[in-house]
């Protein structure tokens, strides 16, 4: 009885502290710094940041199978993470995507749009193929999935691992290439400010 | 007053499932709720269009992509990412004022907190529409701003009115009615196992909520909020009988005697189909059935199972050897007239059947069959086979160990854990070339993988000889009085399956299974195999087993 009693406490303890974490977690970690900051309520926050990328592979929604590095190449690109099965944030930041994808296109900007997931078993090669045509992919905006812990790897990296997927928040990364440093856009951007971010990055 | 609610909506659903998918071939014309529902859950317009919406400021967002009830859930309730909230936003909370502690309870969220006043139908036409709450804040741009006429936001306010209902049927003031349900191949042992355990943790949870109840009472109001679920639970054994065409009556029998509001575990190794259905259609949470083969439907909602049984097995294994085609490229697959073995067979073809490369052979041997050598010798020789898949016993095994002793052309074996008992010994023959596939953690790492149900089971006098069925049945248990706590006086059932999806996330729930996770509409929490290759002379030395986690895509 009593050690019925002990596990299910300690169940309900943690889920609480968990539900704290997730609020208290700093947004930022150190090696970050804002270099403006939008103070409206419905804003989002821009900062530069050093990343050192992980050498791990990932696995394209055509099932090949490419090195991080690769991945993102040397060339201007914007990423974010997502999962298929997420409700709310995650079709928010897909369409935002889909519409930099479109605007850019219209405006003559070349940028690589890469969307990784966090859900790594659940969304395999084809779960993300079915995503891509949802969102009306082209060739330009690539999706990736991967080892398990590869991509624990990859989101501490980015400093974005949350523990829990539902925990997820929406961030944009984007750099001009292998050399540059990324800047991290976190909160709902607009496909527009997006794009002014973006400019402001390959424009240095 | 309540009967008449959910009868209304079970009929609808039957109604709603027939037109599935095409909409122009329906003879009668939708309702008025069931248009309202289409909005709300598939974002399809009463004109047939799909809804659409601006996000984010400029992001275009159609009916395909999101729906109300991808981010406020089917159940109304809302939900919450990270530091989001989505907020409830059943009729009857909107039509309420809004206290803080209102608000906290009922999925407030974290930007924009305090009390509101009670919406009218223009402030919330002004919300959907134009993103501004009824305080005439401007709202989390998570929330889109959607494009409706006034005959769509009639329907969809109409709609909003309906989803809470009172409580749903298997509740009362003091107890929440649970089923579990044994198919007729489930031996009496198994069942023994499964009723015990969970009636020993329901026992355990019921004593501790004693001082909740207490609470309850004589708390300030509040606190009736957040106390007000710790009912007791009590289970309720359903054994189906004959054959399966008979159970959904003995089903619907069981369910008008004692109406549950959700069904735990319980145990149908070969065929769960009947079960799933009844489940779906009634709108019933199912939850974590031990069996192999698992019921099928479009799109499930109510059934939340472990894995998708075999047939993941037989995708595993069609993944792992066409990874290896070099070895691997004349298959023969053997299997027997019996439900589980046929699946895996079928699941297996239908995986292998795409690739180039491959060939596949089958042998089907009847229901009370044997392999024999002479059978297994004669098939070879037709096939020429390379690569033997067994879905078959233990028993079956000789025969093979006969035929491949002094051969060298069978160069791959695969076998599944699900055929084939713990303590198997392969014959010598066997062994440099079986592979086994494992849906579950290896044999030799789960006693310390399940220290915390042995130990549990242990105090308690439970019987631990078939470990699949009883730490499935505790694993149930736990996340099934768990989920019902978390719901607080909220019991909607498609609300304790939004706590499902969150609650599986971190390692604090232990089973057979190695790794585990379900997310929004995911309803299979492994989604993988282990293949369990053979020793070589330094695995041996060090007692390990070479073992690769396989997901496998579709097919």
């Not at chain 1, 989002?44 to 090949?64: R, W």
């Not at chain 2, 054959?243 to 769960?272: I, T």
Request: hydrophobic letters at 40%; charged letters at 20%; aromatic letters at 10%.
């Amino acid at each position: 009885m009593l050690h019925a009693h002990f596990t299910v406490r300690k169940f309900l303890n943690l889920t609480g502290l968990f539900a704290l974490l997730s609020f208290a977690l700093p947004c930022l970690a150190e090696h970050e710094h804002h270099h403006h900051e939008i103070a409206k309520d419905t804003g989002y926050t821009v900062a530069a940041a050093e990343y050192v990328l992980p050498e791990i592979e990932l696995v394209s929604s055509h099932s090949t199978t490419q090195k991080l590095a690769t991945v993102m190449g040397d060339e201007p690109v914007m990423l974010n993470f997502i999962f298929t099965t997420c409700n709310a944030i995650c079709p928010i930041m897909a369409a935002t995507f889909m519409e930099v994808q479109k605007k850019a296109a219209k405006q003559g900007i070349k940028v690589k749009l890469v969307s990784v997931s966090i859900d790594p078993e659940q969304d395999t090669p084809s779960a993300l193929a079915d995503f891509a045509r949802k969102y009306h992919a082209g060739a330009n905006w690539e999706f990736y999935t991967g080892d398990k812990t590869n991509i624990i790897d990859l989101q501490k990296a980015f400093n974005t691992y949350r523990g829990n997927k539902m925990n997820h928040i929406p961030i944009t990364f984007m750099r001009r290439n292998a050399k540059a440093r990324w800047i991290r856009v976190e909160g709902f951007a607009s496909a527009t400010d997006l794009l002014n971010e973006f400019n402001k990055v390959t424009a240095k | 007053m309540r009967m008449q609610i959910s009868s209304g909506l079970f009929g609808l659903v039957l109604s709603l499932a027939c037109v599935a998918g095409d909409i122009s071939k329906t003879a009668a014309p939708l309702t008025d709720l069931e248009l309202g529902r289409r909005i709300y859950r598939e974002g399809i317009l009463s004109n047939g269009q799909t809804l659409t919406a601006k996000g984010a400021g400029d992001v275009a967002l159609s009916g395909k992509q999101l729906t109300c009830a991808s981010c406020h859930r089917r159940s109304g309730f809302g939900t919450s990412e990270g530091s989001r909230r989505v907020p409830a936003i059943t009729g009857k909370i909107l039509a309420a004022p809004l206290t803080q502690t209102y608000r906290e309870i009922r999925g407030g969220r974290k930007s924009g907190e305090g009390a509101r006043p009670a919406y009218t139908e223009s402030a919330l036409i002004r919300a959907i529409t134009q993103g501004f709450d009824v305080n005439g804040r401007e709202m989390d741009p998570l929330m889109p701003h959607f494009m409706l006429n006034d005959t769509d936001l009639k329907l969809l306010l109409n709609y909003l009115n309906t989803l809470e209902t009172e409580n749903a049927p298997g509740i009362t003031e003091s107890d929440i009615h649970y089923a579990t349900i044994f198919t007729p191949s489930t031996t009496a042992s198994q069942k023994k196992i499964v009723l015990d355990t969970i009636k020993t943790f329901f026992d355990g949870y019921n004593a501790e909520t004693r001082g909740e109840d207490r609470r309850a009472k004589h708390g300030p109001w509040s606190k009736a909020w957040q106390y007000g679920s710790f009912r007791h639970l009590q289970i309720h054994s359903w054994e189906l009988t004959g054959p399966a065409e008979q159970w959904p009556e003995q089903l619907q029998k069981y369910y008008a005697q004692q109406p549950v509001y959700a069904v735990v575990n319980g145990v149908g190794l070969d065929n769960w189909q009947p079960v799933h259905d009844f489940c779906e259609t009634r709108e019933i949470p199912c939850l974590f059935p031990t069996t192999d083969v698992p019921g099928k439907s479009t799109k499930p909602y109510y059934s939340v199972y472990f894995s998708e049984g075999i047939a993941l097995d037989a995708r595993v294994a069609a993944t792992f050897l066409q990874n290896n085609t070099k070895t691997a490229s004349r298959i023969l697959q053997i299997y027997r007239a019996e439900p589980r073995s046929e699946q895996a067979a079928q699941a297996f073809s239908t995986a292998v059947k795409p690739s180039k490369g491959t060939h596949l052979d089958e042998l089907k041997l009847a229901q009370d069959q044997a392999l024999t050598h002479e059978l297994l010798q004669q098939h070879l020789a037709s096939s020429q086979a390379n690569t033997l898949v067994l879905w078959l016993a233990e028993t079956d095994l000789p025969a093979v160990d006969k035929v491949i002793a002094d051969t060298a052309t069978i160069k791959t074996i695969v076998v599944a854990r699900s055929f084939i008992a713990a303590d198997t010994k392969f014959p010598t023959s066997m062994q440099p070339r079986t592979y086994v596939i494992s849906p579950y953690v290896p044999d030799i790492d789960m006693v310390k993988h399940l220290i915390r149900y042995q130990s549990w089971a242990k105090m308690h006098h439970l019987e631990t000889s078939e470990v699949r069925i009883g730490a499935n049945a505790y694993f149930a248990s736990m996340m099934s009085a768990n989920a019902v706590r978390g719901l607080r006086a909220n019991l909607a059932r498609e609300h304790m399956l939004d706590q499902f999806e969150h609650m599986l996330e971190r390692g604090l729930f232990f089973s057979v299974y190695p790794n585990f996770t379900l997310g929004p509409e995911q309803r299979y929490a492994s989604k993988g195999c282990y293949v369990i290759g053979p020793m070589s002379a330094q695995d041996k030395k060090e007692g390990r087993y070479p073992k690769k986690w396989i997901v496998p895509d579709k097919f």
